[in-house]
C-alpha cells in the first residue's frame, strides 16, 4: 500500500482556472505539509498542518488554500491559476512535526498554460 | 538569499569514482537531513545528523555534520549507476521550525 498518495499525478490547466490536488496518507501521521518544487529542483514548504491545524503558512498567495477534512487528508485548493504556478506539488507527512521523518508523495506535476 | 547552498549543482561521473557533495550554511541547525530523489518521484530520506561533528555510514555512503552544526557533507565510495538521483540536504531550525532546502546536486554514474 502506498503511504503517502496524492492525485492526480498530472493536472493540466488554463490560466484563471481553480484546481483541486488531494493528499492521503495511511501511515496514522499528526503532521502533513505542502511543498513545491520548481523547475530547478528547489524544494520549498508551503503548508503544514498537525491535527488538522495550521501550522505552517510560508509566505504563499492567498489563492492557495489548504484543507484537512481529517488528520489523513491534507488537499490543496488554488484559485485563479496563474503560470508561474506550474510546478511540481509534493504532499509529505511525519508522524510528529518536522522532527520526525517526513515522507513524500509522488508529486503533482500541474502545468498552466 | 539561499540559507542551504549545495554544490556542485551537477555531477557526472564513472562507476568507480568516489564523490563528496557539501551543503553550506551560516546558520546553524539543529539537525540536517539529505535525501534521493529519483526523476518522477519523491525525496526518501537517506540520513538525519544531529550532534555537531557526526559522521553516519549508509553501505558506500558516509554522512557528516560539522561542528559547528552549519554544514554537512556526503561521500559515495566506488559510486554505481544505481547511485544517480537527486541529493538534497535540508537543514531543521529548533524543534518546530520547518525544514529548509538547499537546491540540490544532481549526480550521474555513467557504467
Known amino acids: 500500500d502506498t503511504a503517502v498518495s496524492q492525485t492526480p499525478k498530472y493536472l493540466v490547466t488554463q490560466m484563471g482556472n481553480d484546481k483541486s490536488i488531494k493528499c492521503e496518507q495511511n501511515?496514522?501521521?499528526?503532521?502533513m505539509y505542502w511543498y513545491k518544487q520548481d523547475s530547478k529542483k528547489f524544494l520549498k514548504i508551503m503548508f503544514s498542518?498537525?491535527?488538522?491545524?495550521?501550522?505552517i503558512n510560508e509566505t504563499v498567495p492567498n489563492r492557495f488554500s489548504p484543507k484537512s477534512p481529517d488528520k489523513a487528508h491534507l488537499n490543496l485548493h488554488i484559485n485563479s491559476l496563474e503560470l508561474g504556478d506550474s510546478a511540481v506539488y509534493f504532499c509529505?507527512?511525519?508522524?510528529?512535526?518536522?522532527?520526525?521523518?517526513?515522507?513524500f508523495g509522488p508529486g503533482t506535476r500541474l502545468t498552466v498554460l | 538569499t539561499q540559507l542551504l547552498e549545495q554544490s556542485p549543482q551537477f555531477l557526472s561521473i564513472q562507476e568507480g569514482e568516489n564523490l563528496t557533495v557539501y551543503c553550506n550554511s551560516s546558520?546553524?541547525?539543529?539537525?540536517l537531513q539529505w535525501y534521493r530523489q529519483e526523476p518522477g518521484e519523491g525525496p526518501v530520506l537517506l540520513v538525519t545528523?544531529?550532534?555537531?561533528?557526526e559522521v553516519k555510514k549508509l553501505k558506500r555512503l558516509t554522512f557528516q555534520f560539522g561542528d559547528a552544526r552549519k554544514d554537512s557533507s556526503l561521500h559515495i565510495t566506488a559510486a554505481q549507476p544505481g547511485d544517480t538521483g537527486l541529493y538534497l540536504c535540508?537543514?531543521?531550525?529548533?524543534?518546530?521550525?520547518?525544514?529548509?532546502f538547499g537546491k540540490g546536486t544532481k549526480l550521474s554514474v555513467k557504467p
Open positions: 509529505a507527512s511525519s508522524r510528529q512535526g518536522a522532527v520526525d521523518t517526513q515522507y
Open positions: 546558520s546553524v541547525f539543529s539537525s
Open positions: 501511515l496514522g501521521h499528526d503532521t
Open positions: 545528523v544531529v550532534t555537531g561533528g
Open positions: 498542518y498537525n491535527n488538522k491545524e495550521l501550522i
Open positions: 535540508a537543514g531543521l531550525r529548533g524543534s518546530q521550525g520547518n525544514l529548509i
